[in-house]
């Protein structure tokens, strides 16, 4: 899914970086005497971009945990009683550790940091995991964010399937997913970032072999975030469901018998 997609440096003094960065994820660099090409992975002096080409291209796609509507949503998303805290089971001052096995441009993971949860946070694409990496970064060198993510987020690259294979039981309290889902409709209303990602990142048609996974290794919970109106993922039921006015986090309790 990645062969539509160079590298390239809007900043000359970024080219070496950028060289480096094509090497590394196996992508080609940019040659600006030629038609760019569908995708530019692009490094800029504030950040690393996703930026669609063509024409009536949508804006760049990047990890962003220090302003916009995350910045808000920290402040005035309301905490604790938000239905993502009480789909992981956040109560009091409690601290839960959370497994990210599909962490995206990690935005609940963020938020879950931030209401004090540890999160490992995976990533199995390499150009996805480059974003959210550097969006950690800069979130790393601000003063108002930088205890938060050095403590209590971790990244890493790889499988979540291979990587709870591998994992001791519990790997952590709450497993979280947010698959890709297939569209269903072409009517319906995708956000820009989800339509640049999903040229990508593609489906995830292991999503249930994931689900299924993720109930062996939970310690407590695994919560799985789906459109409102989506179905569940293939396997059990969940034991509820908290819906909200686009998503819908369905929650597996996990009972294990001594």
Do not use: W
């Not at 593609?202 to 919970?221: C, H, T, V």
Request: aromatic share 4%.
């Amino acid at each position: 899914m990645t062969t539509e997609i160079a590298v390239t440096a809007t900043d000359p003094a970024l080219l070496n970086k950028a060289r480096q960065l094509a090497d590394q994820l196996g992508l080609p660099l940019h040659d600006h005497n030629t038609p760019p090409s569908p995708l530019l992975l692009q490094l800029t002096p504030r950040r690393l971009e996703l930026q669609p080409t063509g024409r009536r291209a949508p804006g760049p796609v990047y990890a962003d945990f220090l302003s916009g509507k995350l910045s808000h949503r920290r402040r005035h998303g309301g905490g604790r009683r938000q239905h993502l805290a009480r789909a992981v089971g956040l109560k009091g001052r409690q601290e839960v550790s959370v497994i990210d096995a599909t962490a995206g441009l990690g935005r609940d993971a963020f938020i879950l940091a931030d209401l004090g949860c540890r999160v490992l946070l995976l990533e199995r694409n390499p150009v996805i995991h480059a974003l959210l990496a550097d969006g950690l970064a800069r979130a790393m060198a601000a003063p108002e964010t930088a205890e938060l993510v050095g403590k209590r987020m971790q990244l890493l690259t790889g499988d979540a399937l291979t990587f709870l294979e591998q994992s001791r039981c519990p790997a952590a309290e709450v497993i979280y997913l947010d698959p890709m889902f297939p569209e269903r409709t072409k009517s319906s209303l995708v956000k820009k970032e989800m339509l640049v990602l999903r040229r990508i990142a593609g489906d995830d048609p292991d999503a249930g072999q994931l689900l299924a996974r993720s109930l062996e290794k939970a310690g407590r919970r695994v919560v799985v975030k789906r459109p409102r109106l989506a179905p569940t993922l293939p396997g059990p039921p969940p034991s509820f469901s908290l819906s909200g006015k686009s998503s819908r986090f369905d929650v597996y309790l996990i009972n294990r018998r001594p």
